[in-house]
Structures are given as structure tokens and as C-alpha cells.
């Protein structure tokens, strides 16, 4: 079972590899 926290800490390992990605979430989810 992946925990959110475990989650969490993928999806920010990878958008420190991705500011791109990165920009897009933050206009996609502006309460994060």
C-alpha cells in the first residue's frame, strides 16, 4: 500500500526534476 505521505515525496522528487511540470500542477491545483 503507498501511503499519500510516501506519495507525496515521489511526485516532489520528481517535480524538483521537472519545474515544467511543476508550473502546470500549481495552475491545475491552486489549493496545494
Do not use: R
Request: aromatic residues 6%.
Amino acid at each position: 500500500v503507498i501511503t499519500y505521505k510516501v506519495l507525496l515525496t515521489l511526485v516532489e522528487s520528481v517535480l524538483s526534476e521537472d519545474p515544467e511540470l511543476y508550473a502546470s500542477l500549481q495552475m491545475n491545483l491552486p489549493n496545494i
